[in-house]
């Protein structure tokens, strides 16, 4: 699937992913320490955003970059970046910051709608970065895009409390 001008999107693909439902939308919610039904599509989505987190907090800039589509745009700290600025900008303080922190998911939900996906989380962060207690919560958006037989991340969203 190739996509073009994708950016001007993004304010209609959340809306139709969170919140359209079509009757052929794939869904599921779970909470931290509650299995979720299993599903191929739906874990194939999770499985990537986990490995692009993975990545993050093993220090794995390459591996973390080989999961964005080109066209992403990250929401980080009242920035927007594309996949270059994020790759020369907040890529590497969230490497640090997630080898620092500990960060654990209290809520997750996805949305599958053919070749699109909306993950949607919450988390909470503990630990000491940069010599400061951190002890937060926040949410990430992250859409995906199915692209031959593998998933991309095409946005992604950080909030934190």
Known sequence: MRVRGIRSLFPAI???LAVAAPAHAQESESESGLAAAPNPALDSVRATVEAFKQA???GDAEGALALLHSEVLVYEAGHAETRD???EGHLAADISF???VES???QERVNLSGDMALYASEYASKGEFRGRDIDSNGTETIVLVRSDDDWK???IHWSSR
């Open 14 to 16: 959340a809306v139709a």
């Open 98 to 100: 997630l080898q620092a």
């Open 56 to 58: 993050l907090r093993s």
């Open 85 to 87: 600025e994020y790759a």
């Open 153 to 155: 991340i095409l946005h």
């Open 104 to 106: 654990t998911t209290t």
